[in-house]
């Protein structure tokens, strides 16, 4: 396990409401991302970081903003939460000897 | 862009054999797999890093067509410890993007 964990594990939360979901590492992986799994779809990329303050959008970016300001840390947020935000969100570091990813055990986000 | 994965649901009876595959329209530089159980997160398989590399994880194993931009996932001889969904990941610089995932139930 490269010691992912995220927090909170579960969150419900109501329509416009921001959130902010936490992921830290410590493995000193330069490379952090956030996935959401939704079925049908698979694991599709929010947004990503290779290294403290670079972020770059993934393929579903639109209502996500990221931070970085730690190589430990990578804060997802949404600005003003919508029920299409209903999800379970992965975060993932990146490296180890065969370059793979590590993932941290998902929150479970409900907007209402 | 997110890679594309055939079948998407696979059902075996233990022992039998199954292929999983993986293609992109852009090129794959790196294919990796994963694979993830019910209400867990997914964990690493395997990576292919060259064209027509195979590699082997139990009764695991894979290979990488780099001018096809196609991988495969081969199931041998299932064990029930099988089951999960099957989630092939291609990247693209620092991205690594997945397929929908493939789900196998392996029954006694």
């Known amino acids: 396990d490269a010691g992912i964990t995220q927090s909170p594990r579960h969150k419900v939360t109501e329509t416009g409401t921001p959130v902010t979901l936490r992921c830290h590492q410590t493995?000193?992986?330069?490379?952090m991302y956030w996935y959401r799994q939704d079925p049908g779809h698979g694991l599709r990329l929010i947004h990503y970081?290779?290294?403290?303050?670079?972020?770059d959008k993934g393929e579903v970016s639109d209502g996500y903003s990221v931070s970085r300001s730690k190589t430990e840390d990578f804060l997802l947020t949404l600005e003003s939460a919508t029920s299409s935000q209903t999800s379970v969100y992965f975060c993932a570091t990146r490296g180890g000897p065969s370059d793979e990813q590590y993932f941290g055990p998902g929150t479970r986000l409900t907007v209402t | 862009q997110q890679p594309v994965q055939s079948p998407q649901a696979v059902i075996l009876r233990e022992g039998e054999d199954a292929v999983i595959n993986c293609s992109s329209s852009k090129a794959l530089y790196s294919v990796h797999w994963y694979r993830q159980k019910h209400g867990e997160a997914p964990v690493f398989l395997m990576i292919l890093l060259k064209g027509g590399e195979q590699k082997g994880h139990e009764k695991i194993s894979a290979s990488f067509n780099e001018k096809k931009q196609q991988s495969s996932l081969y199931l041998t001889a299932s064990q029930l410890s099988y089951s999960g969904t099957y989630f092939c990941?291609?990247?693209?610089?620092?991205?690594?993007?997945f397929g929908a995932g493939t789900t196998v139930t392996v029954r006694a």
């Open positions: 990941g291609s990247t693209n610089d620092y991205k690594l993007s």
């Open positions: 970081s290779y290294g403290v303050k670079d972020t």
């Open positions: 493995e000193n992986h330069r490379y």
